[in-house]
């Protein structure tokens, strides 16, 4: 199994991005997506979920900014980025708990990380 993030870049505040992490290899199914940061010399930082019957949960300073959806036929989850600004700099990594067909359990799998640019 493997997550490839992608729709990262430089852009100037005020901006938007939409990222995308679609999943690829034994997939039987999904349970909760999200997508992390981390911004240069802190720690990775949660940014937002999504459970599989959609339900959404966010950090209160991208709120209102930023949404976070996935779809399930393609295996793949997508974070759409409004009114950057340079805060919301770092790297960002897709995480998704999955089942593969070989067995059932659920496991957490990382995406790749695709990195955001905010200028001022």
């Known amino acids: 199994v493997q997550l490839q993030a992608s729709g990262g870049g430089l852009v100037q505040a005020g901006g938007s991005l939409r990222l995308s992490c679609v999943g690829s290899?034994?997939?039987?199914?999904?349970?909760?997506m999200g997508w992390y940061r981390q911004a240069p010399g802190k720690q990775r930082e949660l940014v937002a979920t999504?459970?599989?019957?959609?339900?959404?949960n966010y950090i209160d300073s991208v709120k209102g900014r930023f949404t976070i959806s996935r779809d399930d036929a393609k295996n793949a989850q997508y974070l759409q980025m409004t009114s950057l600004g340079p805060e919301d700099t770092g790297v960002y990594y897709c995480?998704?708990?999955?089942?593969?067909?070989?067995?059932?359990?659920?496991?957490?799998?990382w995406g790749s990380g695709t990195l955001v640019t905010v200028s001022s």
């Open positions: 999504i459970t599989r019957t959609g339900t959404t």
């Open positions: 290899g034994d997939i039987f199914n999904i349970d909760d």
């Open positions: 995480k998704a708990t999955i089942r593969r067909w070989v067995d059932r359990t659920p496991r957490d799998y």
